[in-house]
């Protein structure tokens, strides 16, 4: 082996050999020239990174579904006036007075009350309303009582021809002393008073839509007035006395009238005060309302 080829092999067992300083200087030429080639290389390439996901916003909080509102909160509806204290509702009879279902009750059933007076007849102007509330009418078999609960279905009988006709209280009467009972034309006529103009009859009721005993609502009613100067005189003397009452004037047929309402037309009060008054004119009378 010549010079050449010695120094040649022991250049390569140099080079490999780990512990040897050339190798240490091989080693960091290469490291560098890796180093150069992979800037030069990224230069000359875009590198598409996957861009960053934007940060989510933050989620809207949960809203709890409204709740239903309260029934008076939702359009709610003007307060139902409340009936007045003074307010008397309505009873309104059958077309006729009577109906035959009327007819049939009285066939099967007794009589809960029986009352003997004077009767007569009575007659108003047209569109006068009764005091059950509906439109008098002189065709309607309908009568006038003072106590009566207001749709009491009786049967009158004239004592002297022994006519007989049942019909129903509609309205208040009379107001005259010693009279029990004031009739329609056609009560009249059933009954063989109109032409008598007055009768001895007897009062049978067969039915009354409330007690007649117990409860109600009274009235004591003071006239007739032949002015209205008089009834408003005694009106303002019955407010002084019974500060508590409701005292009113109102016209009748050719007349006038005054009422006085005790307290929550308590029938007591209202007997005490018809027992008490003794007006200069007229007459007072105790009234069922209802």
Same mark, same amino acid.
């Given at each position: 082996m010549n010079r050449a080829e010695r120094d040649s092999s022991s250049a390569k067992s140099q080079k490999w050999d780990l512990g040897h300083p050339a190798f240490f200087v091989h080693a960091l030429g290469w490291f560098c020239a890796s180093l150069l080639l992979g800037l030069a290389t990224g230069c000359g390439h875009h590198v598409e990174v996957e861009p960053m996901s934007a940060p989510q916003a933050t989620p809207p909080a949960i809203q709890k579904p409204a709740q239903p509102q309260h029934p008076a909160q939702i359009n709610p509806a003007a307060p139902k006036s409340k009936p007045s204290p003074?307010?008397?509702?309505?009873?309104?009879? +059958?077309?006729? @007075?009577?109906?035959?279902? *009327?007819?049939? /009750?009285?066939?099967?059933?007794? +009589?809960?009350?029986?009352?003997?007076?004077?009767?007569?007849?009575?007659? %108003?102007?047209?569109?006068?309303?009764? %005091?059950?509330?509906? $439109? /008098?009418? *002189?065709?309607? $078999?309908?009568? %006038?009582?003072?106590?009566? +609960?207001? @749709?009491?279905?009786?049967?009158?009988?004239?004592?002297?021809?022994?006519?007989?006709?049942?019909?129903?209280?509609? *309205?208040?009467? +009379? /107001?005259?002393e010693g009279r029990i009972l004031d009739l329609t034309i056609a009560s009249a006529k059933a009954t063989g008073i109109y032409r008598m103009g007055t009768a001895q009859v007897r009062l049978e009721v067969y039915r009354a839509p409330k007690p007649i005993d117990t409860g109600g609502r009274w009235c004591v009613q003071i006239g007739a007035f032949t002015s209205a100067h008089k009834a408003n005189k005694l009106k303002a003397q019955l407010e002084r006395k019974y500060p508590e009452a409701k005292v009113i004037e109102f016209p009748g047929e050719a007349s006038y009238w005054v009422r006085i309402r005790p307290q929550g037309d308590d029938r007591e009060q209202a007997e005490r005060i018809a027992r008490k008054l003794h007006p200069a004119e007229g007459k007072a009378f105790l009234t069922r309302l209802d």
């Open positions: 003074a307010h008397i509702a309505p009873t309104p009879a +059958p077309a006729g @007075g009577v109906s035959p279902e *009327d007819l049939e /009750f009285i066939k099967s059933h007794k +009589p809960i009350l029986t009352e003997e007076g004077l009767a007569t007849w009575y007659t %108003a102007a047209k569109g006068r309303e009764s %005091a059950n509330g509906q $439109l /008098f009418s *002189d065709h309607a $078999l309908t009568a %006038a009582h003072r106590t009566l +609960p207001m @749709g009491s279905l009786i049967v009158v009988t004239n004592l002297t021809t022994n006519q007989s006709s049942p019909m129903r209280i509609t *309205d208040r009467g +009379p /107001f005259v």
